[in-house]
């Protein structure tokens, strides 16, 4: 399987745009959003869409896509009315996915607000399995920073998120977030430190389960909690953590997307070619 590494990209100027602009930093793979992410607003989309995205895609060998959910989804609330919301927004993308012919929906997991971690992760099962996901696309929880009631920061947390859901194997998985993982504790720099989290995501997971990387550099110490991201080998993962992501044997099949800043004059192209120079 080839080695496949992309961006996140705009959808602002039409889907055959956002492959364009994958092309043009040499991405291999890709994510998008399916409306704007700081709304409940998911756009609708045609067939027309869903071939001409397709089309574009097989041309410039781009596979697979994600489809990442607003930032406002929240399953693991008990407030009731973001609760329905979350679902409704969730239910909407998996839609989206399905019409564009995108393989993997991912969301955070969200936060409990105080009815506690046992309770949040119900919730969150609960969730999934009122969900209608169609039968093409696989909808991913991300493992989080672990900020304040934030769930998801730790592998064990996603598994029982999993196991306490009905949901079919094969319509759920994970994305792992290199960011995510260090500000939550995880050692990606040391060698021994590094297989220990594989170890872990072996033990509590199973790699099969792994469909999607983001690659994130960290602004913050490790088990910082906090999820800034920073431009790869220039965080406190380094070089050498990403060197030991991308080299991995169990890693580097997966997909893997970048999520580097972009509002600081240095771009994907430029993050994609550290991570190139890194693969050995």
Known sequence: MVFRVGAHVSISGGME???????EIGGGCGQIFAGS???????????????????????ADQNPYVIHSTYLVNLATPKDDLFKKSLNCLQAELDAAE????????????????????NGIERIAEG??????PDNVTLLLENTAGKGTTLGKSMGQLRQMIEKSDTDDSKIGVCID???????????????????????????LGL???????????????????DNHQHIGEGNIGEKGFENVVN????EKKPM???TPTSDGKGYEENLEKIMELRV
């Open 37 to 59: 992410p700081r709304t409940w607003s998911v756009s609708e989309y045609t067939d027309e869409d869903g071939e001409s995205f397709q089309e574009a895609r097989d041309r």
């Open 178 to 204: 290199t960011c995510h993982a260090h500000a939550a504790g995880y050692e990606l720099r040391e060698e021994e430190g590094f297989e220990d989290f594989i170890q872990e995501i072996e033990e509590d």
């Open 99 to 118: 019409k564009l012919g995108v393989e993997h929906v991912v969301f955070h997991p969200g936060a409990h607000t105080g009815s506690g971690v046992e």
């Open 248 to 251: 991995s044997e169990k890693l």
């Open 128 to 133: 999934i399995n009122e969900l209608e996901i």
């Open 17 to 23: 745009k956002a492959v364009e602009l994958q092309e």
């Open 208 to 226: 099969a389960r792994v469909k999607i990387l983001h690659l994130n550099d960290s602004k913050d110490e490790k088990g910082s909690e906090k």
């Open 257 to 259: 997307v970048l999520e």
